[in-house]
T-cell receptor
Framework: DGGITQSPKYLFRKEGQNVTLSCEQN?????MYWYRQDPGQGLRLIYY???????QKGDIAEGYSVSREKKESFPLTVTSAQKNPTAFYLC???????????????FGSGTRLTVV | QKEVEQNSGPLSVPEGAIASLNCTYS??????FFWYRQYSGKSPELIMS????GDKEDGRFTAQLNKASQYVSLLIRDSQPSDSATYLC?????????FGKGTRLHILP
C-alpha cells in the first residue's frame, strides 16, 4: 500500500543535541512538507520541497534543516539552535489530480519529539 | 499575511443531529479548499476537498464554498460519537496549504 512513513514515532532529545526525523513516501508525489503542531497553535510550516534538490523555508524554519536528495525522502534535522523543539512533527506530500486540481496533502503518522 | 480563521470550539452537538463547522479565509485568489479530521494524538486525515462554488456531498459530509464571501463550511449529518475530533479547514495558496487552528467537535451520546 502507498503511503508516508515517519520514524521514529517518539523521539527524545537532550539539550544541545541534533536529531533527525525521517520521512519516506512511496506515492510518487513530487512535493513534500514538514509541519510542526503545538497545542492551540495549529499546523505551522517548517520547510517544503517541490522537486528533488530544491526546498524552501516555511514560516518557522529557524533551528531546522532539510535535504531532498531523493524524490521519496525528505528528512528533517532539528538542530541545537531550535530552543523549543518539543512538539508533534508531521510530514506530508501532495500531488495533482488528472484534471490538474491540487489533491491535498497526505500526512504521515507523525513524530512526537520531547526535550529531556 | 494570508490567514484561515475557525472558531476553536468546542462545538457540542447531540448524536444524530447536524454539525456545522465554519471557516473564513483572507486570500481572495485561493482556488482549492479542504477539510481535515484529526483525532487526538493522530495525524490529520483528508475528508473533503472543494474547488468551485456551491455544495459537494460525500456520504454524511457536505462541503460548501462561497468564494465571494470567502467562506467554507462543513456539514456532518447524523452525527456519530466517532465524529468527535478536531476539524481543520485548509486553503491552498500559491504553492502550499494554509491551515486554520481547527474546531473541536464533541458529539454528545
Amino acid at each position: 500500500d502507498g503511503g508516508i512513513t515517519q520514524s521514529p514515532k517518539y523521539l527524545f532529545r537532550k539539550e544541545g543535541q541534533n536529531v533527525t526525523l525521517s520521512c519516506e513516501q512511496n506515492l510518487n508525489h513530487d512535493a513534500m512538507y514538514w509541519y510542526r503542531q503545538d497545542p492551540g497553535q495549529g499546523l505551522r510550516l517548517i520547510y517544503y520541497s517541490q522537486i528533488v534538490n530544491d526546498f524552501q523555508k516555511g514560516d518557522i524554519a529557524e533551528g531546522y534543516s532539510v535535504s531532498r536528495e531523493k524524490k521519496e525522502s525528505f528528512p528533517l534535522t532539528v538542530t541545537s539552535a531550535q530552543k523549543n523543539p518539543t512538539a508533534f512533527y508531521l510530514c506530508a506530500s501532495s500531488t495533482y489530480t488528472g484534471t490538474g486540481a491540487f489533491y491535498g496533502y497526505t500526512f504521515g503518522s507523525g513524530t512526537r519529539l520531547t526535550v529531556v | 499575511q494570508k490567514e484561515v480563521e475557525q472558531n476553536s470550539g468546542p462545538l457540542s452537538v447531540p448524536e444524530g443531529a447536524i454539525a456545522s463547522l465554519n471557516c473564513t479565509y483572507s486570500d481572495r485568489g485561493s482556488q482549492s479548499f479542504f477539510w481535515y479530521r484529526q483525532y487526538s494524538g493522530k495525524s490529520p486525515e483528508l475528508i473533503m476537498s472543494i474547488y468551485s462554488n456551491g455544495d459537494k456531498e460525500d456520504g454524511r459530509f457536505t462541503a460548501q464554498l462561497n468564494k465571494a464571501s470567502q467562506y467554507v463550511s462543513l456539514l456532518i449529518r447524523d452525527s456519530q460519537p466517532s465524529d468527535s475530533a478536531t476539524y481543520l479547514c485548509a486553503v491552498k495558496g500559491d504553492d502550499k496549504i494554509i491551515f486554520g487552528k481547527g474546531t473541536r467537535l464533541h458529539i454528545l451520546p
